[in-house]
């Protein structure tokens, strides 16, 4: 019950940010200070999360190559090849720059600390929901702009080229994961004692980002370019494209005779798209670009894979008692 009133805060909070956004909207020399702090936070954010990982996780996580095989090919195959797929249907109902941030969605790599959470609490292979996930993210880091450039941006930027977009997301989120890995025996004891730090940064930066991003496109006419008819299709194509690609992480899994764990944890690693990572991502790809549409996509898919994994994932710990 704790964790849902956890998620629920939350999206209460995201909410409360686009409508701060709306109506009290950051802009021209403030907005640059804000956007600094908000890369400074995020550096942060991602120093704790390799502070956070074991290396022993990932040693004992990397054994199940198979699984994290499986999870690697339906977050950058499936998901990317069913948001292409549905380009004559979402383009002309959602507009470009709408259907860029959906297919973007597609692009991101899984999320960590709420796949690692729901594989825990339905009781599946949580070391190697460890593993996946993070070399999800870290591989995201190259394979997401790559995609980006090559089905988006390219059309849009004649020669865009990936490689200073690669660079930018290692300097930001690469490094300081390996730094605090490095650092990681001086760090994590006082981690340790206040483990909520990681939540707080993780959660406040997403909320920076947010707040940083909607501004700009309030400040862009945002409202006066997607009314709530469009907000209600969006929500719907994100709900489709959900339960797709949750019943062949259901399916796929126990085709191949994985263990009823490593099945827990291809579902809900394979499963969800990351606001974490995606919103700074988005930062740096989409430079110039209406970014309040860009993440609008995966801010509902979000909020909608995190209801619908807490239900099944509740579900399935009482079946397993």
């Given at each position: 019950?704790?964790?849902f009133?956890?998620l629920d805060?939350?999206?209460v909070l995201?909410?409360g940010?686009?409508?701060?956004a709306t109506f009290?909207?950051v802009s021209?020399?403030a907005?640059?200070?804000?956007n600094t702090?908000?890369?400074v936070?995020?550096?942060i954010?991602f120093?704790l999360h390799?502070?956070k990982?074991?290396?022993?996780a990932?040693i004992?996580g990397?054994?199940?190559?198979k699984m994290?095989l499986?999870?690697?090919a339906?977050t950058?195959?499936?998901?990317?090849a069913?948001?292409?797929?549905?380009?004559?249907?979402?383009l002309?109902l959602?507009?470009q720059?709408?259907y860029w941030g959906f297919?973007?969605?597609c692009?991101l790599?899984?999320?960590?600390?709420?796949?690692?959470?729901?594989?825990?609490v339905?009781?599946?292979?949580?070391?190697?929901?460890v593993c996946?996930?993070?070399?999800?993210?870290?591989v995201?880091m190259?394979?997401?702009?790559?995609l980006?450039?090559f089905?988006?941006?390219?059309?849009?930027?004649?020669g865009f080229?990936?490689?200073s977009?690669?660079?930018?997301?290692?300097?930001?989120?690469l490094v300081p994961?390996v730094l605090?890995?490095?650092?990681?025996?001086y760090?994590?004891?006082?981690?340790?004692?206040v483990?909520?730090?990681v939540?707080?940064?993780?959660?406040?930066?997403?909320?920076?980002?947010v707040y940083?991003?909607?501004?700009g496109?309030?400040?862009?006419?945002?409202?006066h370019q997607v009314n709530w008819?469009?907000?209600?299709?969006?929500?719907?194509?994100?709900?489709?494209l959900?339960t797709?690609?949750?019943?062949?992480?259901?399916?796929l899994p126990?085709?191949?005779g994985?263990?009823?764990?490593d099945?827990i944890?291809?579902?809900f690693?394979?499963s969800?798209?990351?606001?974490a990572s995606?919103?700074p991502?988005a930062?740096?790809?989409f430079?110039?670009?209406p970014l309040g549409?860009?993440v609008l996509?995966i801010?509902?898919?979000?909020?909608i894979?995190?209801m619908?994994?807490?239900v099944?994932?509740?579900y399935w710990a009482k079946?397993?008692d």
């Amino acid at each position: 019950m704790l964790k849902f009133l956890a998620l629920d805060r939350f999206t209460v909070l995201l909410v409360g940010m686009v409508l701060l956004a709306t109506f009290f909207p950051v802009s021209g020399q403030a907005a640059q200070y804000f956007n600094t702090l908000t890369t400074v936070a995020i550096a942060i954010l991602f120093f704790l999360h390799g502070a956070k990982l074991s290396r022993e996780a990932v040693i004992e996580g990397i054994l199940h190559w198979k699984m994290h095989l499986l999870v690697f090919a339906i977050t950058f195959f499936i998901f990317p090849a069913l948001g292409l797929l549905a380009k004559p249907i979402l383009l002309p109902l959602l507009g470009q720059q709408l259907y860029w941030g959906f297919l973007f969605m597609c692009f991101l790599p899984s999320t960590v600390q709420s796949s690692i959470a729901f594989t825990s609490v339905a009781k599946g292979n949580v070391a190697g929901a460890v593993c996946s996930a993070s070399f999800s993210n870290l591989v995201g880091m190259f394979i997401t702009p790559v995609l980006v450039s090559f089905f988006i941006l390219g059309q849009s930027q004649h020669g865009f080229d990936p490689t200073s977009s690669i660079i930018e997301i290692t300097l930001l989120l690469l490094v300081p994961f390996v730094l605090g890995q490095l650092l990681r025996p001086y760090v994590f004891p006082y981690m340790a004692k206040v483990p909520s730090i990681v939540k707080a940064f993780d959660q406040g930066s997403i909320l920076m980002v947010v707040y940083g991003a909607f501004s700009g496109a309030v400040v862009a006419g945002l409202w006066h370019q997607v009314n709530w008819k469009t907000l209600l299709l969006l929500a719907l194509a994100c709900s489709v494209l959900l339960t797709i690609i949750m019943l062949l992480a259901l399916y796929l899994p126990r085709a191949f005779g994985f263990s009823r764990a490593d099945q827990i944890t291809v579902f809900f690693c394979g499963s969800k798209k990351t606001l974490a990572s995606g919103v700074p991502m988005a930062q740096i790809l989409f430079i110039g670009q209406p970014l309040g549409m860009i993440v609008l996509p995966i801010m509902i898919f979000h909020q909608i894979q995190l209801m619908v994994c807490g239900v099944i994932a509740n579900y399935w710990a009482k079946s397993q008692d």
